[in-house]
């Protein structure tokens, strides 16, 4: 049988322009992603010195000036050839990438769809060399007068493709996603120097700095940053994995994540398993809804880390992500505990000193509690299983770690004030303790415990239900069906994505079912994998909320009256369960009052 010939083949290769424009689409989201791919592509140069100027919130012009190494008339032509670059030569490369740019479409793109202009002058040459571009055809190409580096301006974004430019927001909206990323750009980067303009006026000038605590006090604020504190956590002997940067106190918060800055071998990204592992710590100690503010900076080996997952690099994709998500964990949980729990922080900020656990992989050993505040038996208070403190890492406790935290027990009690706080004599501090939230605190860790130690109630559905997850939750849920188990599901696979749901926890008996397994699948997909006793009840949230609840509703009040022997009763079974500074719902459980703070207010100092 013979085919058919005289239908024009489905199959055609695309013209370059229309090439360009596809990747456009993939590369300039936004006026903020050239601003993006520019400055990359700078510090990809070595520059020490970038300005960025920005009209229109970018729409109508962007020009981005670095002193950085520059271009050969020769490269600077292939520079604008699709997929030509300097950064990736072999197949190999691709497996250890150390620069920012490095696919080699960025340039062609962003000149496909403005008007486009590349100086370049590279260090020892006599003259700078000039290209220019409009919609994807190349206008002209010259020697100019110049200064050593590059300077790349882009006008009239989208002008040809209507469609696109119709879709960028206002100018102040456009602005305010530059800026974000130039902001995570400088606090990557100490010592670079920034210098960028917005609608022909200075609008941020961060000089080079000595230390990212210096260039994060000129880019967030020095007010901000004094809230802060230092961080660092090194992994394996030599070194290879290391943790560091700035993260908020647990009295300080914000009702948003965009305080969070992430970084992995100093680039920006987006990546929720990172920011779970920040949050995790924070759960417990951090009003609900309320959020900490942090910049931290992961680096490991190139080879252990993919930032080819996304066309914009905003995502990274691990080989080993739950050492790396025990390994951030671990940093912060240390920083949060090198702080005093009853000292009023210091100026700068203070910080944890750095500490080397053995491997990559945290060491979390069986019946650790998940209270970074909790204090073992060795503290005198707790058992092991509920009282467990972290583990320390080699070289002994940071200063101020739960071990040495002294027992609510060895303070003197001073008695009740206005019937709502007892009065404890530290040394040199006055601790006031909200009965309410200390109480409530008390009751909350007491259910948790009796809830995993005497084994969940189940109650049987009817019928089993059908619940189909997202592959990701699917693949977590999978692997852990014991942990399901012990927190009251009964659950079996039926298939890759599909579960069979038989019953759920007694206690959650009135709410919805599928929402709730598809919930816990979500978080032991985001999760760590250390879900041992207190710790599995908030991958849990409804089931941590009812206890927070029923703890409040039970404690007692602002206004009871307490006699001597409740009063001690209270100090004293706080130092029987796990230690943290709030209690459920995130108020403060005591507050010190600093000796030198009286003295002033007596006139003593």
């Known amino acids: 049988m013979s085919q058919d010939t005289s239908q024009p083949p489905r199959v055609r290769r695309l013209e370059g322009a229309l090439i360009d424009?596809?990747?456009?689409?993939?590369?300039?989201?936004?006026?903020?992603?050239?601003?993006?791919?520019?400055?990359?592509?700078?510090?990809?140069?070595?520059?020490?010195?970038?300005?960025?100027?920005?009209?229109?919130?970018?729409?109508?012009?962007?020009?981005?000036?670095?002193?950085?190494?520059?271009?050969?008339?020769?490269?600077?032509?292939?520079?604008?050839?699709?997929?030509?670059?300097?950064?990736?030569?072999?197949?190999?490369?691709?497996?250890?990438?150390?620069?920012?740019?490095?696919?080699?479409?960025a340039l062609p793109a962003i000149a496909s769809v403005s008007s486009f202009r590349l100086r370049t002058r590279p260090r020892g040459a006599s003259e700078a060399f000039e290209i220019r571009v409009r919609g994807g055809e190349r206008l002209a190409a010259r020697a100019v007068g110049g200064p050593e580096g590059t300077r790349v301006e882009v006008a009239d974004l989208f002008e040809a493709v209507p469609a696109r430019r119709k879709f960028l927001k206002t100018a102040t909206t456009e602005w305010g996603h530059a800026a974000d990323w130039l902001t995570r750009a400088a606090l990557a980067l100490p010592e670079v120097h920034f210098d960028v303009h917005r609608d022909d006026r200075s609008a941020l000038v961060w000089p080079a700095a000595r230390s990212l605590r210096d260039r994060a006090a000129a880019v967030l604020g020095e007010k901000e940053v004094d809230e802060l504190v230092d961080l660092e956590l090194v992994a394996g002997a030599d070194g290879r994995a290391r943790v560091h940067g700035l993260v908020s106190r647990v009295d300080r918060h914000r009702a948003t994540t965009a305080g969070i800055r992430l970084f992995v071998n100093r680039r920006s990204v987006r990546d929720r398993m990172l920011q779970h592992a920040l949050l995790d710590v924070y759960r417990d100690i951090l009003p609900r809804g309320r959020f900490p503010t942090a910049?931290?900076?992961?680096?490991?080996?190139?080879?252990?880390?993919?930032?080819?997952?996304?066309?914009?690099?905003?995502?990274?994709?691990?080989?080993?992500?739950?050492a790396v998500h025990g390994l951030l964990r671990d940093a912060v949980r240390s920083a949060i505990a090198s702080r005093s729990w009853v000292a009023a922080p210091g100026p700068g900020g203070g910080g944890a000193k750095p500490v080397s656990p053995a491997g990559w992989t945290p060491r979390v050993s069986e019946g650790t509690t998940d209270w970074i505040f909790a204090r073992g038996p060795e503290a005198g208070g707790g058992d092991a299983t509920h009282g467990a403190t972290m583990p320390l890492p080699e070289g002994g406790a940071p200063a101020g770690s739960p071990v040495e935290r002294v027992r609510f027990a060895d303070l003197r009690l001073l008695g009740q004030l206005l019937s709502t706080y007892l009065l404890l004599e530290a040394k040199d501090q006055l601790l006031l303790v909200d009965q309410h939230a200390a109480h409530e605190r008390v009751l909350y860790e007491r259910l948790r415990a009796e809830w995993v130690e005497r084994g969940v109630e189940r109650q049987a559905l009817l019928t089993p239900l059908t619940v189909e997850l997202e592959p990701r939750s699917a693949a977590a849920l999978s692997q852990d069906l014991e942990t399901a188990l012990r927190l009251g599901f009964e659950v079996e696979s039926f298939g890759d994505q599909t579960f069979a749901l038989r019953a759920l926890p007694a206690l959650l008996a009135d709410r919805d079912p599928v929402g709730l397994l598809r919930s816990l699948a979500e978080e032991l997909a985001a999760g760590s994998g250390d879900l041992s006793g207190g710790s599995a009840i908030r991958a849990l949230a409804p089931a941590d909320r009812a206890f927070a609840t029923l703890a409040c509703h039970s404690a007692r009040r602002k206004g009871d009256r307490l006699e001597p022997t409740e009063q001690r009763a209270l100090i004293d079974a706080l130092d029987a369960i796990p230690w943290a500074p709030t209690c459920p719902h995130g108020r403060p459980v005591a507050v010190p009052v600093e000796l030198h703070e009286i003295e002033r207010r007596f006139g003593r100092r």
């Not at 030569?89 to 250890?96: F, G, N, S």
């Not at 690099?313 to 691990?318: A, L, Q």
């Open 21 to 105: 424009q596809i990747a456009a689409g993939e590369v300039v989201e936004r006026p903020a992603s050239i601003v993006k791919e520019l400055v990359e592509n700078a510090l990809d140069a070595q520059a020490r010195r970038i300005r960025v100027e920005v009209r229109a919130g970018g729409r109508d012009w962007i020009a981005v000036t670095d002193d950085g190494l520059g271009m050969s008339p020769e490269d600077a032509e292939l520079a604008l050839e699709r997929h030509a670059t300097s950064k990736v030569a072999t197949a190999d490369d691709l497996q250890r990438i150390g620069s920012y740019g490095f696919r080699g479409e």
């Open 295 to 322: 910049v931290l900076f992961l680096e490991v080996p190139p080879e252990e880390v993919d930032v080819n997952v996304h066309p914009a690099k905003w995502e990274v994709r691990f080989a080993e992500p739950r």
